[in-house]
């Protein structure tokens, strides 16, 4: 992957706990990957079992978070992952990758920076569309997270084909009803 998406990882790692909340270390490591962390912070010894369970905790509060459609209810409940997380912002460099804020603490275990750079990322997206520019498909057995930031009205489905569904199921039952 190009760049530095943090608030695509945290779609990616809250989706994949999502759809198997059991999801295994090696599956969290490949997905790290490929979202920019180096091989060596994701060996076995440096990514334990016992990390990635504190990962997919953490990918479970986000993804609640991801459900939030109300943009004040969203604002507390990242505040809350701040206050926990002990965030203080500061300015990192490393690797490829240009100078960016992390707000985790720098002894932070994986649940906690993913919490902190999550929250992180939410954070921007509200504060620069000034609304809740995420969440989970409402589509009947969907419930895929997604990020909305392009222009237009607010975007309520993960994509086209799921909007497509619920509006001609919503066109049929109002013909049924009628």
């Not at 943090?6 to 779609?11: E, K, T, V």
């Not at 920076?113 to 809740?132: D, I, N």
């Not at 997270?145 to 066109?171: D, I, L, N, Q, W």
Request: glycine residues 8%; charged residues 25%.
């Amino acid at each position: 992957m190009n760049g530095f998406h943090p608030a695509q990882r945290l779609i990616d790692l809250a989706e994949a706990v999502r759809t198997d909340p059991q999801a295994p270390r090696e599956a969290l490591a490949a997905l790290l990957a490929r979202h920019g962390e180096r091989p060596a912070d994701l060996t076995e010894t440096a990514f334990s079992a016992a990390d990635a369970a504190e990962l997919r905790d953490a990918a479970r509060r986000m993804g609640q978070v991801l459900a939030e459609t109300d943009a004040d209810l969203a604002a507390e409940a990242l505040n809350a992952v701040f206050a926990d997380c002990g965030a203080r912002p500061r300015l990192v460099r490393h690797e490829d990758h240009p100078w960016h804020l992390h707000v985790d603490r720098e002894d932070a275990g994986w649940g906690s920076w993913f919490l902190a750079s999550g929250a992180l990322a939410l954070a921007q997206l509200l504060t620069a569309h000034g609304r809740v520019a995420w969440g989970a498909c409402p589509a009947a057995g969907c419930g895929r997270y997604f990020t909305g930031t392009g222009p237009g009205s607010p975007r309520r489905y993960c994509s086209t084909g799921c909007a497509t569904r619920e509006r001609v199921a919503a066109h049929r039952r109002r013909k049924r009803e009628a």
